[in-house]
């Protein structure tokens, strides 16, 4: 724990092991580019000729790949790849500044449906439908599979073959009204 009280997780390298050195730098380049701001926090880092160490925020079921028991499923596959898909209508990432409290983009794209869309959705987009109420109306679908996959609660996350199938639904939809 640190001074202010922040819970913390120390990864300490092994210089002993061959290759230590090239995997300590791996892992810090991967924390770099991290893009959720659920998976970790990198709060500092040692780098001397005797030691080599993380110091991480200590985020209990903080990763998005784990279900709350801390297993890997196919709901945690869903809840990224919702979070994805909030992304690209957004243009905004889970790790933006505006997210640093308790709004998560998640509850930015939900509190904007259905009336208040333009809050949550990139500008350039908005901009390009904006003359057309069809297409408001597929985005707010769109937007809509995206919270259903990225809900809260494992079980409460829509599985894969219902996101293929409203996704193929809306495309068809989309084609069929001369939006291709």
Do not use: W
């Amino acid at each position: 724990m640190l001074l202010d009280g922040t819970d913390v997780a120390a990864k300490i390298l092994n210089l002993q092991v061959d290759g230590a050195f090239r995997s300590f730098d791996a892992k810090c380049q991967v924390l770099r580019t991290v893009r959720h701001r659920n998976l970790v926090k990198v709060i500092s880092s040692c780098s001397n000729p005797e030691v080599r160490a993380l110091v991480l925020k200590y985020m209990p079921n903080g990763s998005l790949e784990y279900d709350l028991e801390g297993r890997v499923s196919m709901k945690c596959d869903i809840y990224s790849y919702g979070i994805m898909l909030l992304e690209i209508f957004t243009r905004k990432r889970p790790t933006d500044e505006m997210f640093a409290g308790e709004l998560s983009l998640r509850q930015l794209v939900k509190g904007s449906l259905p009336n208040s869309i333009a809050e949550a959705v990139d500008g350039n987009l908005i901009r390009l439908i904006e003359d057309s109420e069809n297409m408001i109306a597929y985005l707010l679908l769109i937007l809509e599979v995206g919270l259903e996959c990225c809900a809260e609660l494992p079980e409460e996350r829509i599985n894969i073959k219902d996101v293929v199938t409203k996704l193929n639904k809306i495309k068809l939809q989309l084609v069929r009204d001369g939006h291709t």
